[in-house]
């Protein structure tokens, strides 16, 4: 061998030590990394949610009760309590003097204040694993249950017919005796307050039915934050009367917007 072929060897060989790590790697084939799971905090069993609500009738506050089965699935207990009013109620005064004083606001042709006391179950669902995450998470809730209604009389203080306008005044409820005078806007001098009559509740069973889209705040951390829109329905076994002289039906149907707070643990 010659001392350029013993040279060229050399070179050779020294560029064989040098580059072989580089070709077997590049000859290895790599696998895909599995995919992270997103980090989920704590994961907690129980929560307890305050509501206040809107509806297109009324409003009212409530609170739930909620196992929480999975990340994106809730089941609840419920109870609420709210106001109802008849679609024709219209607060109004009347001038009874010649100085344009205002008498009590009052409905007129009202003779009954209808109160709704709800429980029941239900559930909440989310869309996506977005729940596990912070920011909105979207879903559904709906539930159900039975419906108590709770009438309570309205009264109207009213001036006797005979004594003129500065006659005497007294507080009464609607019955068919009074019919006329108590439908008689020159007579009424106002609404009687909330406390009159509250000793006189009527009572009637019912059910119903709610549920609509769930927007939550960090729908997995320990504090409940969220907004609720959607459909409610009230189903009484019997017509309510609300009202004297304006039909009076067994159900209400209503939108309704719920603001939710409380704690998970």
Do not use: C
């Not at 129980?46 to 809107?54: G, H, R, S």
């Not at 609720?228 to 019997?238: A, K, P, V, Y």
């Amino acid at each position: 061998m010659t001392i350029s072929q013993h040279i060229l060897s050399r070179i050779a060989q020294i560029a064989a030590v040098i580059f072989l790590p580089f070709l077997l790697v590049g000859q290895t084939t790599f696998q895909p990394r599995a995919p992270v799971e997103p980090a989920i905090g704590v994961m907690y069993s129980e929560e307890t949610v305050f509501d206040l609500f809107i509806h297109t009738s009324g409003i009212g506050a409530g609170v739930k009760f909620g196992e929480i089965e999975a990340y994106h699935r809730t089941t609840f207990y419920h109870i609420e309590f709210g106001t109802m009013k008849h679609p024709k109620e219209v607060r109004q005064s009347n001038r009874i003097s010649l100085f344009s004083v205002l008498s009590r606001p009052y409905i007129y042709g009202k003779q009954n204040s209808l109160y709704t006391l709800r429980a029941g179950m239900g559930t909440k669902r989310y869309f996506s694993e977005k729940a596990r995450r912070r920011g909105i998470a979207v879903g559904v809730s709906y539930q159900y249950g039975a419906t108590l209604g709770i009438l309570k009389p309205y009264y109207l203080e009213l001036r006797s017919e005979r004594d003129g306008p500065f006659g005497q005044v007294r507080s009464e409820r609607y019955s068919e005796n009074n019919r006329d005078r108590f439908l008689d806007r020159n007579l009424i001098e106002g609404h009687s307050g909330f406390f009159k009559g509250i000793s006189e509740l009527g009572f009637t069973p019912g059910v119903h039915v709610k549920g609509g889209m769930h927007f939550a705040w960090g729908a997995f951390e320990e504090r409940v934050r969220a907004l609720e829109l959607g459909l409610q329905i009230d189903l009484f076994f019997s017509d309510i009367d609300i009202m004297i002289i304006e039909d009076n039906k067994p159900y209400f149907i209503n939108l309704y917007l719920t603001l939710q707070f409380g704690k998970r643990k």
